[in-house]
């Protein structure tokens, strides 16, 4: 059985997510059982700053919604449930001090070699980097900034 990878599509530039998506429609049309789970997404707004806006409970609710997506993709990987998992936006949960490098480096331990796991995020931090075999790492660069769209 050929050994799958552990990638994460990170940087600064648009398509990260458009990227990993892309991923996963090609490993479900080639017959693999797929699972994405999104942090961070879902809301009008592709910044953080609905974050601010939430009363304390509100800010309660979505960090749970986030622990329970995190212990799902534990669960995931400690079953290999899937062939293919992206955990899009992960690593931004770093970034705003949501999890922490251990969290996710004890899922990726988890991980044997007939599963395929894609993350993405801003920036793979280097405590990390042990457990990833390949990091793609998007820029943008808007040559004509009066007609460019910064959507994902």
Do not use: W
């Amino acid at each position: 059985m050929e050994r799958k990878l552990t990638e994460v599509y990170c940087g600064d530039g648009i398509g990260k997510t458009t990227l990993a998506i892309g991923q996963s429609l090609r490993a479900c049309g080639q017959g693999k059982s797929v699972i994405i789970i999104q942090f961070l997404k879902g809301r009008e707004r592709r910044e953080l700053d609905f974050l601010e806006e939430l009363d304390n409970m509100e800010k309660e609710e979505e960090r749970l919604n986030i622990l329970n997506g995190l212990n799902f993709a534990r669960k995931v990987v400690a079953t290999q449930e899937c062939d293919f998992l992206l955990l899009d936006e992960i690593l931004r949960l770093l970034d705003n001090g949501i999890t922490t490098e251990e969290t996710i480096g004890e899922i990726l331990k988890l991980k044997d070699e007939s599963m395929h796991i894609v993350m993405t995020g801003q920036e793979l931090p280097e405590g990390l980097r042990k457990y990833v075999d390949r990091v793609t790492t998007l820029s943008t660069e808007n040559i004509r900034k009066d007609e460019c769209s910064t959507e994902e």
